[in-house]
């Protein structure tokens, strides 16, 4: 990244620009929100309360624009092996296209592998859907439970809470998730053995958590009387690995499948969606679909001035890269969005956690920011302070739909719209001595008091934020959103250089618990590990000796 012209350039704006608060700039631009935002797939991304000016933006547009950006978004949508250290295309967009001319992978046209796997998903919905699967003893499904991690359930949940309005009024659908009993049991402990249907999700089908919950759920089974030949009317898998999920016990006919060229946090548009389509309908999952298509056709044709993935990549570069910041927040200003950090997370840095370049190259430069945030108005009563007088820069986008699911409710629901606005403009704006020293003069403090307590209420504002608003949370504008960070994470990766679509990182931890595993189980085992996991070995076996 930092061989392009832009990058020289960019640092000079900085400078120039750490001299001009937020305000000072809306000063200069009176109609800076109609200059600094847009509106895309149901989406305003209002960006104007960014430390950021024409030059600076042009330039930012540049560096995407000669880091390659837009050349491998085209590689990518067209199925080139982009995740090239596992020789695979990243082709999630391709489960949500309508294009219909032939997408090849290995030789093969894979777009009629998804119109199948569809029309099973969506058989599987009318069956259910209309009582027609039956239990053991003869009674319709009721509860789903997917039995999956990380982005063979975090996507699902993400959409199942956002779209808790538009829920099937007959199927409940359920996620089991961590290997601590408590997850499993807490859900178990809710269900009717005989109208509960298990979905194993997961693309390798070697996940430990996942294989573990399962074949507890399936003991849960058979301790309420579902014999072996009745165990398919209760399991189904959705893998890419079918002999292993044969080999657990799951009927063929019950086995949707998944591809390799689809990765796990990109997934929940694939058959790892099922559970949605269960819980919301495949007509609803289909609106969801189109909202992503809408995004990327958005990502595809916009010019870079007007493209909400790579203004929203290249905001978050701005600060990563050239004011240092460390983290970004998601504020999301929707009880139904109050998961959506968590498989933003893993999107964001499961993806751009990278620290070589495609070559293998260590990075000189800061690649993945830390994700965090949660639910407003409840961060205002947590962790706000920091944003507002912590002494790191901290970017945050505020993700804000409009209106109420329940239009009596509409005046309270204005309330938390009122919230995100004013935390926004807070950021921006502060609190100057000069106005803290009037409050506190017009309260009847003594200047001695005054001077004693204002260091510690002055806010310093000239915080940047971004304001994503949507008029409702629906089934279209989810799934625009979703696709949206898809494509402001690809956006960075491209510009960094990284490849978003593997983890190898993930692999040492999954290797040594297999090891610590075996040395908590038996009492015998030798104490080979370095005196501190030794120690916390001999604290579980003592704590389990009571
Ligand atoms: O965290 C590693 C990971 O492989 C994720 O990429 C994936 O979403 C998750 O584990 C679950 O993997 P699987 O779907 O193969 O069980």
Redo the contacts with the bound molecule.
Sequence with gaps: MKQYAAYAQLIEHRQRLSHHSICELFEQQPDRFERYSLQATGWTLDYSKNRLDDQALATLLGLAEQTGVLSLRDAMFGGQPINHTEQRPALHTALRSQHTAPLEVDGQDIRPLIREAQQRMQRLCEQVHNGLWLGHSGKPIRNVVNI?????FLGPLVVMQGLQNFQHPDVNVHFIANIDPADMLVTLNQLDPETTLFIIA???FG?QE?TRNAEACRKWLQNHGVTTPDLAKHFMAITSNIDKAVEFGIAADNILPMWDWVG??YSLWSTIGLPIALGIGYDRFEQLLKGARSMDLHFCEAPLEQNMPVLLGMLGIWYQNFWHARSHGLLCYSYHLRSFVDHIQQLDM?SNGKNVNRLGTALDYRSGAIIWGGEGCNGQHAYHQLLHQGNQLTPVDFIVPLRSHSPEHQPQHGILVANAFSQSQALMQGKSSLQITDELQAQGLDDAAIEALLPHKIIPGNRPSNSLITEQLTPFSLGALLALYEHKVFVQAAVWGINPFD?WG?ELGKQLSDTLLDRLQHPEALADQDSSTNGLIRLYKSALDG
């Design positions: 999956g991690i990380g982005g063979s997961s693309k390798s996940t996942t796990g946090r499961e983890q993930v």
